[in-house]
């Protein structure tokens, strides 16, 4: 696609559905091919933009959809439970191959080689002041400092999934409409989003716009949830 400005694609993707097109490596939809034709059938069902993991899958996706894409690299290092976006390297990587949006971990866990999120993020942004930058988040206090800090959205995708926020209901509504109103953020709600009504519900609560993944493009899990369901018939 051609390059757009930062203001576009934020324009481009309002009150719109993001898909995530992922598979991990123990998942049997591995494959960079089957990511990019899920994309391509997200555009033909109208989303706006893609969330992908790695440069393999986003440079095949790029080839068949021309739509905003929100990249991340997961990365684990034995010395930090951050994964999404977690180094210099990984940030790098997706600069270079011109993602519209890079996501990345901005909970308040320390970042491999003990690095905090405030002394990372001051290296990124000086090294790509004109990045539009998603912080993944987990909870209110989260999301201020990343805005203090100059992310340009902020996302809901970590609640839930950190030590201190286990338990919370998804999606967690309650941190999307608090985001909205409280710092006026740009938000992108994003996690436990399962069904048409909780994707309408989040633009309620203040959804710039909103990523579902799990629900669309994981047949394995999609299965897993009906199939649970007739656990209670017997």
């Known amino acids: 696609m051609d390059k757009i400005n930062n203001e576009q694609v934020l324009n481009q993707i309002k009150g719109g559905l993001i898909v995530s097109c992922q598979a991990l490596s123990t998942e ?4 960079s091919y089957i990511m990019s034709k899920m994309a391509y059938a997200a555009f033909l069902g109208g989303a ?20 905003p894409i929100i990249g991340i690299i997961k990365e684990e290092y034995p010395d930090s439970d951050v994964y999404i976006t977690p180094t210099m390297k990984e940030v790098d990587a997706l600069a270079e191959i011109g993602c519209e949006i890079i996501a990345l971990d901005a909970t308040n866990r320390l970042r491999p080689g003990g690095i905090s999120l405030s002394d990372f993020f001051k290296e990124v942004r000086k090294k790509y002041p004109d990045q539009l930058f998603m912080a993944d988040t987990s909870c209110f206090e989260e999301g ?5 800090l100059g992310f340009d959205l902020l996302g809901t995708t970590m609640s839930g999934y950190t030590p201190y926020t286990k338990g919370n209901s998804l999606p967690d509504f309650n941190l999307m409409r608090r985001y909205s109103s409280e710092l006026g ?13 909780q994707l309408v519900e989040a633009f309620r609560n203040g959804a710039h716009a909103a990523v579902v993944g799990t629900a669309i493009t994981r047949p394995r899990d999609i299965t897993r ?10």
């Open 28 to 31: 049997p939809l591995h494959d």
């Open 48 to 67: 706006v933009g893609i969330r992908a993991n790695t440069v393999v899958d986003i440079e095949a996706i790029r080839e068949r959809v021309s739509l």
């Open 144 to 148: 201020k400092l990343a805005l203090e």
């Open 185 to 197: 953020a740009t938000v992108i709600a994003e996690g436990g989003i399962w069904s048409p009504d």
């Open 225 to 234: 949830r009906f199939v649970n369901a007739l656990e209670e018939l017997k």
